[in-house]
């Protein structure tokens, strides 16, 4: 046993003053804690918070210019990456993530050598392969299906690998040379077809989705989260809010396209398709926060100079439009892990949990930046920082 003494736990619960005990993994008391543990750890002035919880992210992706590039590598270095990436997360803070697409079985395989102490990572859930309509976005590493029985069949294939969700892409997108970002690609039967078939296996879905007649056309299916929302409009927030449908907005993904431009090396369809998106995303944010769309943290961390060292400034970024600190900090713990079916397990500092945690030196509800400069984090109760 050991206990993080004399600072002060910040959650969703609210801010409280209180001694954290873990043992095997869990944390066993708030508050009154045995006063004759293993080991102390002085927490005073600092600030004990739940670790993140990312809700959408690559990890065989790291970040280069142009993705694609990667089109090719062997599976082994998609497993080098994908270990240098998990490492990374972890040290930053991030305890959790659902990977929304890899290669084969890589993520599947990177979740289950994290549970088997072969690597050391955050939490991984993955889908195993998007489902995504022929030559669609993303389909050099997506499972390609087109109709019902094709897409159905699709879902099984990853259904049998032990996918923990099912991602399909319902429109195109901003890194596949020749996708219309907007336009639907799976049509809404086939996103029911995707929806029912993970349904039946109590496996929940998400959906990549720009356009508004695209991400309206999941929503309608039943998926369990739109990824990205770019063009949401008034009419599709209402309709995300009143069936519950999680929005993961990943805001990272987008500015690290148009901040970084052709000049670093992003690919100029790229860089004109992510530009003509950010106004539209803004506007998208306002709509979602008017309606009341419950919003999870994700960040598409691995796509270009979107790293998965830097996956808190995601905070910031939802801080800057809109959210509160109180609602960007619920976002990626209480929210993120609701979304991932983990909600009686992470995202709170609360006995009975999990010890997934992060030892800050500043209050997060007032600068949302101190969630990118972790003093400690520990894992499933192992300080790993």
């Known amino acids: 046993m050991f206990v993080l003494r004399g600072g002060t736990v910040v959650d969703a619960d609210g801010v409280r003053d209180a001694d954290v005990a873990v043992e095997d993994g869990e944390i066993v008391a708030v508050g009154e804690v045995p006063d004759d543990p293993d080991e102390e750890i002085d927490a005073t002035e600092q600030f004990v918070a739940p670790g993140l919880v990312d809700a959408h992210v690559h990890l065989m992706m790291d970040g280069r210019p142009d993705p694609g590039e990667a089109n090719g590598d062997s599976e082994t270095t998609l497993a080098y990456r994908a270990t240098a990436n998990l490492r990374d997360a972890l040290s930053a803070g991030v305890t959790t993530v659902r990977d929304l697409g890899a290669a084969g079985t890589l993520a599947l395989d990177a979740r289950d050598a994290v549970e088997e102490g072969v690597l050391e990572g955050p939490r991984v859930l993955a889908c195993g392969q998007n489902v995504v309509m022929t030559g669609g976005h993303g389909h050099w590493f997506g499972r390609e299906a087109d109709g019902v029985p094709e897409v159905k069949k699709a879902v099984r294939e990853q259904l049998k690998r032990g996918a923990d969700v099912v991602k399909c892409m319902a429109t195109g997108g901003v890194l596949t040379e020749g996708a219309l970002t907007g336009a639907p690609e799976l049509d809404e039967t086939e996103l029911e077809a995707l929806v029912a078939t993970a349904d039946a296996k109590r496996v929940p879905t998400a959906a990549h989705a720009h356009g508004t007649a695209g991400i309206k056309n999941a929503v309608r299916a039943g998926v369990s989260s739109v990824e990205h929302g770019t063009f949401m409009d008034r ?14 907005p990943t805001a990272k993904a987008l500015y690290g396209i148009v901040d970084a431009g052709t000049e670093a090396g992003i690919p100029e369809f790229a860089v004109e398709k992510a530009e003509e998106a950010k ?8 709509h979602a926060l008017d ?10 961390a691995g796509t270009p100079f979107n790293y998965h060292a830097d996956i808190p400034e995601e905070l910031e970024l939802m801080v800057e439009h809109g959210l509160s600190e109180e609602a960007a900090l619920e976002a990626a713990t209480v929210n993120a892990a609701d979304l991932l079916g983990l909600d009686d397990a992470v995202g709170r500092v609360a006995e009975g949990t999990c010890a997934d945690l992060v030892v800050l ?9 101190s969630w990118q400069s972790p003093t400690r984090v520990v894992r499933r109760g192992t300080v790993v920082r």
């Open 291 to 300: 309606a009341g769309v419950p919003i999870a943290m994700g960040t598409d």
């Open 235 to 248: 009419e599709a927030a209402e309709l995300m809010a009143d069936r519950g449908t999680y929005w993961v």
């Open 279 to 286: 106004e539209a995303w803004a506007e998208a944010f306002e």
């Open 361 to 369: 030196d500043d209050d997060p509800l007032e600068d949302v930046t």
